[in-house]
T-cell receptor, first 113, second 112 residues
Framework: DTEVTQTPKHLVMGMTNKKSLKCEQH?????MYWYKQKAKKPPELMFV???????INESVPSRFSPECPNSSLLNLHLHALQPEDSALYLC????????????FGPGTRLTVT | SQQGEEDPQALSIQEGENATMNCSYK?????LQWYRQNSGRGLVHLIL?????REKHSGRLRVTLDTSKKSSSLLITASRAADTASYFC????????????FGEGTQLTVNP
């Protein structure tokens, strides 16, 4: 199984809502990533978890809160977002410290109203 | 910040033609990877070339790497309409573990 799944596919939320994005992989990868991608731009790294510990936070605002409950799951909790946070949020996984390819999920299209 | 630059930003060709995309980067790397992204979807890994390799093939894909010029090219031969997508190069620095730094991407359109 070389699939990374993400739910939901689409999410519309108001600026006062709290929601969560979910990501799951069953490839035994011990590194998981959150990226944010705006239209016609490359993905921007937000967070990296390695062996279920947060190893990189790219100075992301605290309204984004990541969580890695176990080696297969990655969540991104959203609270008090701004309209400019509307984007495609991509999850990826890989073997840590192997410098190899990352496997991406299909993304969650987030719209903040 | 993105260290990679790709050119062209957009490329439109006819089915059956070859497509060449270029990528430049600024720092020493462990490897360089190419990804494809269909509109609004996730990225798919295409090919990885290590810093000690000069050329690599995978099916209709040919990647070259010139570390002295800090540049790479992706050639897609005999293109198909299904190759229409955005293509991104991504580098892994020598000291950054598995962290990818993406280029700005090339939007390829293959007309049937």
């Amino acid at each position: 199984d070389t699939e990374v799944t993400q739910t939901p596919k689409h999410l519309v939320m108001g600026m006062t809502n709290k929601k969560s994005l979910k990501c799951e992989q069953h490839m035994g990868h011990r590194a998981m990533y959150w990226y944010k991608q705006k239209a016609k731009k490359p993905p921007e790294l937000m967070f990296v978890y390695s062996y279920e510990k947060l190893s990189i936070n790219e100075s992301v605002p605290s309204r984004f809160s990541p969580e890695c409950p176990n080696s297969s799951l990655l969540n991104l909790h959203l609270h008090a977002l701004q309209p400019e946070d509307s984007a495609l949020y991509l999850c990826a996984s890989s073997q840590p410290l192997r410098s190899g390819e990352q496997y991406f999920g299909p993304g969650t299209r987030l719209t903040v109203t | 910040s993105q260290q990679g630059e790709e050119d062209p930003q957009a490329l439109s060709i006819q089915e059956g033609e070859n497509a060449t995309m270029n990528c430049s980067y600024k720092t020493s790397i462990n490897n360089l990877q190419w990804y494809r992204q269909n509109s609004g979807r996730g990225l798919v890994h295409l090919i990885l070339i290590r810093s000690n390799e000069r050329e690599k093939h995978s099916g209709r894909l040919r990647v070259t790497l010139d570390t002295s010029k800090k540049s790479s090219s992706l050639l897609i031969t005999a293109s198909r309409a299904a190759d229409t997508a955005s293509y991104f190069c991504a580098t892994v620095k020598e000291t950054s573990g598995s962290r990818l730094t993406f280029g700005e991407g090339t939007q390829l359109t293959v007309n049937p």
